[in-house]
């Protein structure tokens, strides 16, 4: 009897361990709902970029068509005002570190880095010339890119392409710098037209913010106000709002 007692007593020690059992499922529930969910997200990214992609590389062909008579007259305007040639290429890290010679309309004097070495702008930087820095406030000199969206190598909206002199540094600097290179990088993005120009350290780390946010959140909604905040950015008018979430709250190394 008393043998038959203490096997009685067993369950009540089971009933015990119950909520700890049922806490554990419930939490591989929710992890196994949380990773399907990401899982979800990541397939309707890759659809949505594949479509995107379809979209912009006709829609990039129809600009560069439309605007090759813009661009030949602001290269010939760059070469009647300063020495060298009106547009140079520039190695870029693009889409999961592959490299690639982007194309813009020059906008500083010629060959200014053969004594200081690959160094950013700064503010009211002595190299740009008085042309350069027209086309650089209205962005007209990121044009000739339209033809790196027609090789692939870009997009139209995405995070902006960095050179490789700097790339090993800012990752270091910056641990979550490397997911930028998730998906292409843009002409225009959330970041460009939100914040300034890279100075410092610091202006990359609050830009990354905003790409890791882009790259998130990313969908037709958002790439239509970016290219419209992109456009009236280009005519003076920086207020537009894209989000009303704040990318800032993102926490990064």
Known sequence: MIQLEQRMELPSSVLDLLPL???ERANKKRQAT???QERLQLQAR???L????????SFAGLLLLFLAPVIFILGMAIRLTS???AIYSQVRVGAHGRRFAIYKLR???YNCEAKSGPVWAAKNDPRVTWLGAILRKTHLDELPQLWNVLRGEMSLIGPRPERPEFVTKLETEIPEYGKRLAIRPGITGLAQISQAPDTTIHCVR???KYDLFYIQKM?????LQILVATGLKALGLNRYRICAEKPEKIKIG
Request: aromatic share 16%.
């Open 206 to 208: 609050r830009k990354t």
């Open 83 to 85: 020495s060298g040639p």
């Open 34 to 36: 949380r990773v399907e």
């Open 21 to 23: 059992f049922q806490s």
């Open 219 to 223: 969908n037709w909604r958002m790439d």
């Open 50 to 57: 594949w479509l995107r992609g379809m979209v912009e590389y």
């Open 46 to 48: 890759h659809r949505y």
């Open 107 to 109: 906008t500083m004097s």
